[in-house]
């Protein structure tokens, strides 16, 4: 999954002011403690990224 098509997935979920919030302020623990940003930095995939974000929020089926 590319990292545009990530940020267009979270903007879609939960809308272009909050997903930033969401990437800074919200520790996963399917991203071992770390924020959405933290694991992208580390260089975790995107894909996996937004697996545990799925996890984590309850996204819609046709988001995933």
């Known amino acids: 999954m590319r990292l545009t098509v990530f940020w267009d997935?979270?903007?879609q979920q939960f809308g272009e002011t909050y997903a930033p919030?969401?990437?800074k302020d919200h520790v996963l623990a399917e991203l071992g403690g770390?924020?959405?940003?933290?694991a992208l930095a580390d260089g975790e995939?995107?894909?996996?990224?937004w697996r545990a974000v799925c996890?984590?929020?309850?996204?819609?089926?046709r988001l995933r």
Do not use: C, G, I, Y
């Not at 770390?34 to 933290?38: F, G, L, S, Y």
């Not at 996890?55 to 089926?61: A, L, Q």
């Open 9 to 11: 997935r979270m903007n």
């Open 45 to 49: 995939s995107a894909k996996d990224v």
């Open 21 to 23: 919030s969401v990437a």
């Open 34 to 38: 770390r924020t959405v940003e933290q």
């Open 55 to 61: 996890t984590t929020f309850d996204v819609p089926e």
